[in-house]
């Protein structure tokens, strides 16, 4: 049931269209199925680091808006998947570098975020938990730049 709506919602996309509005309610009734089922596929499958932004409004006339990022937020979103649970100072800085050659990221964010994951920021802290932290970090700060 999960693969006939995600490809229902993915149908409503096209070329040119970037957002999708969805009534919970009707798309349930329309597949025959409950609208918690609707949701767990929307959280589940259209989530930030697959490329979406989800919005909802509660209420009588409520719906969610589905919007599929840009290629150059979905080139960030593939980086922050790529991270995993540890990267060290010199990867880090390697791919925040590339992401600003590539234009992904300005100038100024860049240093910022270059600036939070030196190892300098982690004395006294050991390798294996620095390099954790810093994934966290960098991911969380990637995600704040494309919001």
């Known amino acids: ?62 719906y969610i808006l589905i919007t599929r990022a840009p290629s150059s937020e979905n080139a960030l979103l593939a980086f922050i998947n790529s991270i995993g649970d540890y990267i060290d100072e010199r990867s880090a800085r390697a791919n925040l570098i590339n992401c ?17 994951i030196l190892d300098s920021n982690y004395k006294g802290i050991d390798k294996e938990s620095s390099n954790k932290i810093r994934a966290k970090q960098l991911k969380q700060m990637l995600l704040a730049y494309i919001d």
């Open 1 to 62: 049931m999960s693969d006939i709506i995600a490809d229902m919602i993915m149908d409503m996309f096209d070329d040119e269209t970037s957002t999708v509005q969805i009534q919970r309610n009707d798309l349930a009734n329309r597949i025959g199925c409950v609208p918690s089922q609707i949701n767990y596929v929307i959280t589940s499958r259209f989530t930030p680091e697959a490329g979406y932004r989800i919005e909802s409004r509660r209420g009588g006339g409520g």
């Open 100 to 116: 600003n050659y590539q234009n992904l990221i300005d100038d100024k964010s860049t240093k910022m975020m270059i600036s939070a």
